[in-house]
């Protein structure tokens, strides 16, 4: 059975519709848009009131499984996707085993599959073992699925490898997505280095040690003419390099986080382990600066680093407890309450940054806008709704949100995926 939309309001990153307009949905494609289309035997979605926007895709999102199925599994991770308007999600590969070999990248696609909800593109490791030290084999990690590589939750250190991990994914075809931290600068700090640190008396990890990675991998870019992605990019010195570096010509993005243009260190003053992140959370002036690179461009997207955790684990001291939150749910809202409801993106921008902008980054050449011909992967948003989150209400395995108890704006209503019905608020 097919699926038609009716009273559209549509949102694409290069404008919204002038008028309601029915879009009709056959074999997982949008088949028709017109003014008015009747179809008759098929499901009818009626989002007069509401916006449609092409699902999101999110470039950064922790799974757990294989490995660590008490925090997340590939069911309940493509579950609280779709509750957030997540129609494809990338799957990092710090799992047990690491997503190094075909054999794994095929595992997290069978799986997937059997859950049959959102799209899910697993992102194999740059290093076998996300040790740092021998390259992976890059041909087969990409004829297995790949569209990345990353040793996402470590840098590759060493200089000598990233350049060889840089041509060896050129020649591939694979986006090079980097974690910034030099883990000898880090040195195992738990939260951003400044006075919040120094008051609470907690290790600080200084902004340097996300800097210095990420002025070594544009010289490298620059060098090999070759791309980087940069990942979670959590600082304003971050953002003004990768802006002379884009100014430049040299072929870097970058991502952001919402809990990244949302919160600053001074969240930490509660002990909250769901504000224990990595990159941590920094200062105002940071906050601003990743706000004003996404209103430039200099940060291409938004992705959300969704990284469940058990309460057992994070119910450690904070030194202790795992760095990480779950944001596939609040992403959207997020966007809406401090970039769009503040003047730093419209609507349109922030389809831009979450749905249009990943998909070209990483080759999705029938996602990421609503058009003829392209994948009925689609949201219904109702993006003046305000509401509570609650831990209650998130569809996570875990629960690891510092949001919870606050108001946003902006609900996902609807997500369809594949021209399948995949979320429905009740």
Same mark, same amino acid.
């Given at each position: 059975m097919?699926l038609?939309?009716k009273?559209?309001c549509?949102v694409?990153?290069?404008? &919204?519709?002038?008028?309601?307009v029915?879009i009709?949905?056959e074999d997982?494609?949008?088949?028709k848009?017109a003014?008015?289309i #009747?179809?008759?035997?098929?499901?009818?979605?009626?989002?007069?009131?509401?916006? *449609?926007?092409?699902g999101?895709i999110?470039?950064? !999102?922790?799974?757990?499984?294989?490995?660590?199925?008490d925090?997340?599994?590939?069911?309940?991770?493509s579950?609280?996707?779709?509750k957030? %308007?997540?129609?494809?999600i990338?799957?990092?590969?710090?799992?047990?085993?690491?997503?190094?070999?075909?054999? @794994?990248? /095929?595992?997290v696609l069978d799986?997937?599959? $059997?859950?049959g909800?959102?799209?899910?593109?697993?992102?194999?490791?740059?290093?076998?073992?996300?040790?740092?030290? /021998?390259?992976t084999e890059?041909?087969?990690l $990409?004829?297995?699925?790949?569209?990345?590589?990353?040793?996402? %939750?470590?840098?590759?250190?060493?200089?000598?490898?990233?350049?060889r991990?840089?041509? +060896?994914?050129s020649?591939a075809g694979?986006l !090079?997505?980097?974690?910034?931290?030099?883990?000898h600068?880090?040195?195992?700090?738990?939260?951003?280095?400044?006075?919040v640190s120094?008051?609470?008396g907690l290790?600080?990890?200084?902004?340097?040690?996300?800097?210095v990675?990420?002025?070594?991998d544009?010289?490298?870019?620059? +060098?090999?003419?070759?791309r980087v992605?940069?990942m979670?990019? #959590?600082s304003a010195?971050?953002?003004?390099?990768?802006?002379?570096a884009?100014?430049e010509?040299i /072929? !870097?993005?970058? &991502?952001?986080?919402?809990?990244?243009f949302?919160l600053?260190?001074?969240?930490?003053?509660?002990?909250?382990?769901?504000?224990k992140v990595?990159?941590?959370?920094?200062?105002?002036?940071?906050?601003?600066a990743?706000?004003?690179g996404l209103k430039?461009?200099?940060?291409?997207?938004?992705?959300?680093?969704?990284?469940?955790?058990?309460?057992?684990d994070k &119910?450690?001291?904070?030194d202790?407890a795992?760095?990480?939150? *779950?944001g596939?749910?609040?992403?959207?809202?997020?966007?809406?309450?401090?970039l769009v409801g503040? %003047?730093?993106l419209?609507?349109t921008?922030l389809?831009?940054?979450? #749905?249009?902008a990943?998909?070209h980054?990483?080759?999705? @050449?029938n996602?990421? &806008?609503?058009?003829?011909?392209?994948?009925?992967?689609?949201?219904?948003v109702d993006p003046?709704?305000?509401?509570? *989150?609650?831990?209650?209400?998130?569809?996570s $395995? #875990?629960?690891?949100?510092?949001?919870? %108890?606050r /108001?946003?704006?902006g609900?996902?209503?609807?997500?369809?995926?594949?021209g399948?019905?995949? +979320?429905?608020?009740?």
């Amino acid at each position: 059975m097919g699926l038609l939309i009716k009273n559209a309001c549509v949102v694409n990153a290069a404008g &919204e519709s002038r008028a309601p307009v029915d879009i009709l949905v056959e074999d997982g494609k949008i088949k028709k848009i017109a003014p008015s289309i #009747s179809a008759p035997g098929v499901e009818v979605i009626d989002a007069v009131g509401f916006k *449609v926007l092409p699902g999101f895709i999110d470039l950064h !999102v922790h799974l757990r499984e294989p490995g660590r199925e008490d925090k997340e599994t590939i069911a309940t991770g493509s579950a609280s996707a779709a509750k957030g %308007g997540f129609t494809a999600i990338f799957a990092m590969p710090n799992t047990i085993p690491a997503i190094d070999t075909a054999q @794994v990248v /095929q595992f997290v696609l069978d799986q997937a599959k $059997k859950v049959g909800l959102v799209n899910v593109y697993p992102v194999g490791a740059i290093t076998k073992g996300r040790a740092g030290e /021998q390259i992976t084999e890059m041909m087969d990690l $990409k004829r297995a699925g790949c569209l990345g590589v990353s040793d996402d %939750g470590r840098a590759v250190m060493n200089a000598g490898l990233m350049r060889r991990a840089l041509e +060896y994914a050129s020649m591939a075809g694979l986006l !090079v997505m980097q974690h910034c931290e030099d883990e000898h600068l880090s040195a195992k700090g738990v939260m951003n280095e400044g006075e919040v640190s120094t008051r609470l008396g907690l290790r600080g990890d200084p902004i340097i040690a996300e800097t210095v990675i990420i002025a070594r991998d544009i010289e490298l870019a620059r +060098y090999l003419k070759t791309r980087v992605h940069f990942m979670h990019v #959590s600082s304003a010195r971050s953002v003004e390099l990768i802006r002379r570096a884009k100014a430049e010509g040299i /072929q !870097v993005t970058a &991502e952001a986080t919402p809990h990244h243009f949302t919160l600053t260190d001074d969240a930490v003053k509660s002990f909250d382990t769901s504000t224990k992140v990595n990159p941590p959370l920094r200062m105002a002036a940071d906050v601003q600066a990743i706000k004003d690179g996404l209103k430039d461009g200099t940060i291409d997207c938004i992705a959300t680093d969704h990284a469940p955790h058990t309460l057992e684990d994070k &119910e450690a001291d904070f030194d202790c407890a795992p760095p990480g939150l *779950v944001g596939l749910e609040t992403a959207f809202a997020l966007g809406m309450t401090e970039l769009v409801g503040n %003047g730093i993106l419209t609507l349109t921008g922030l389809v831009d940054k979450m #749905s249009a902008a990943p998909a070209h980054l990483t080759g999705l @050449v029938n996602k990421g &806008e609503i058009a003829e011909g392209r994948d009925a992967d689609i949201v219904i948003v109702d993006p003046e709704r305000k509401w509570m *989150v609650t831990k209650e209400d998130i569809a996570s $395995k #875990s629960k690891n949100s510092p949001f919870i %108890g606050r /108001q946003l704006r902006g609900r996902v209503i609807t997500t369809i995926c594949g021209g399948k019905k995949v +979320y429905s608020e009740k």
